[in-house]
């Protein structure tokens, strides 16, 4: 987790890119711990990258991220983990 941590801090053009992978991935699920911590760090660094405009990823995944959205999706990341949790967030 550190190396590809450190990798995405000192790359830049992997970071909006990386942040939004993060943030759709953990939209979709939770439940991977390693993926869930990494992804919160990602985006407490870099989630204002994909906070101000829509950005493309190559598919067709050009959605603005709200304040509100994400604010939901790290209280849902932080509520104890259950079993009820396990299909994909309604955001």
């Not at 990258?49 to 959605?63: E, K, L, W």
Request: charged letters at 20%; a negative charge.
């Amino acid at each position: 987790m550190s190396s590809f941590i450190r990798l995405v801090c000192h790359t830049s053009e992997l970071q909006p890119y990386t942040a939004r992978r993060l943030f759709n991935a953990l939209k979709a699920d939770v439940s991977q711990e390693s993926m869930t911590l990494v992804a919160v760090w990602i985006l407490g660094e870099f989630g204002d990258t994909i906070m101000a405009a829509p950005h493309s990823i190559g598919d067709n995944d050009q959605h603005e991220v709200s304040i509100d959205l994400a604010l939901t999706l790290l209280v849902c990341v932080t509520e104890p983990l259950t079993s009820s949790r396990s299909p994909p967030l309604k955001c």
